[in-house]
């Protein structure tokens, strides 16, 4: 089953450029508008998921806690919109690539260490040296896909 899950994972990965590029090219169609091309691709995934809650009979009632929940509880939702803005901004000044790897390594950094303190109450798990083994190959393959044209010409 983990390997099901991981390839999952990576499935969703492979997303996060064609998401960027779908949304890129939205903007460039309603007005060169990045802001209003992050709106409309959220206003698009809030129909979407309200469609599956409906199709899947979500009981909307527990939706009533919503005035009770602490206020950081609600950020998701900003940090979803600030990376869909931020990806639609990006794509096309650095690159897929170069984009992808600074948000992936980003990604892996601040995990292991949400991991290594239990943040959020999930279980603690270690950082190992192969863990850091390997965000040392990301950080070095993030250096090389944005900067290794820079380090490393051709002659």
Known sequence: ?????????FFIGVGLPLQAAINNSLKTDIGDSTLLAA??????????????????R???????????LTWWKLVGGT???????????LAPRIGFAAMASS?????????????????????VRDISMVKLSGVVMLLAGMILVNFGDRLFPRT
């Open 79 to 89: 940090l979803g919109a600030f990376f869909v803005f931020s990806s639609i901004y």
């Open 58 to 68: 979500e009981p909307f009632l527990t939706l009533s806690s919503l005035p009770h």
């Open 39 to 56: 709106f409309v691709s959220f206003g698009v995934g809030t129909l979407t998921l309200f469609l599956f809650s409906v199709a899947t």
């Open 1 to 9: 089953m983990r390997y099901l899950l991981t390839a999952l994972a």
């Open 103 to 123: 948000i992936i390594t980003g990604q892996i950094v601040a995990s292991l260490l949400m991991d290594r303190v239990g943040f959020l109450g999930v279980p």
